[in-house]
């Protein structure tokens, strides 16, 4: 066999080598911006949610003005979760910690026939639930770009591209985030 033939054949195992770990680099690149894009989806209906917050506890402050300490633990869980932009993990503990003061606030509101006929807090409430629908979306869009990224990250071959060049690993976000109006409340 000539010489020529056994270096072409290894430039050109070389190059579609090259080809296919670039193919892998590339791959990985684009799942990432995708998990970053789907955090900034999760990111907006977060803010949102803090925006409806504090209209909520003023008018049922109104109503329910001993049960401050209700009121008191959603303002400053809020807060909290405002500040706090970590890790995914960390993020999704204390929005459970938001979803469960939230769903307190909601359960006040039930012992207060008044509030549970408020026009504006009917319509706050339904803003509420639905961005807490469009957070459980965003959160599933997220985890589905997280799943396509650890399955290229960590199955053969992509793991040695993955490992070659830093990839890290990306976080589920797993948190309820279920808030529901109660049954028996609806809007005109």
């Known amino acids: 066999m000539n010489l020529s ?16 770990g670039l193919g892998q680099y590339n791959g990985l690149i684009a799942l990432r911006n995708h998990i970053a894009e789907a955090w900034s989806d999760i990111d907006t209906e977060l803010k949102r949610r803090y925006d409806l ?3 909520m506890v003023e008018i049922v402050q109104g109503y329910a003005r001993h049960e401050r300490e209700v009121l008191e633990m959603v303002v400053k ?7 706090l932009h970590g890790a995914v993990g960390r993020q999704a503990a204390d929005e ?12 006040v509101a039930e012992s207060y ?4 006929a408020d026009q504006a807090f009917l319509r706050l409430q339904d803003e509420l639930v639905d961005t807490e629908n469009r957070i459980h979306a965003a959160r599933r869009f997220y985890n589905g770009n997280v799943r396509d990224y650890r399955n290229k990250a960590e199955s053969f071959p992509g ?30």
């Open 5 to 20: 033939v056994i270096v072409w054949t290894i430039v050109a195992l070389a190059a579609l080598g090259a080809f296919y």
């Open 53 to 55: 917050i504090p209209n």
């Open 77 to 83: 869980t809020r807060a909290e979760c405002m500040t």
């Open 96 to 107: 459970a910690r938001l979803s469960s003061a939230l769903g307190r606030l909601i359960s």
């Open 113 to 116: 026939p008044g509030l549970k």
């Open 159 to 188: 793991s040695l591209i993955a490992a070659a060049f830093g990839f890290g690993p990306a976080e589920y976000l797993e948190f309820d985030s279920s808030i529901s109006r109660p049954k028996d409340i609806r809007l005109p």
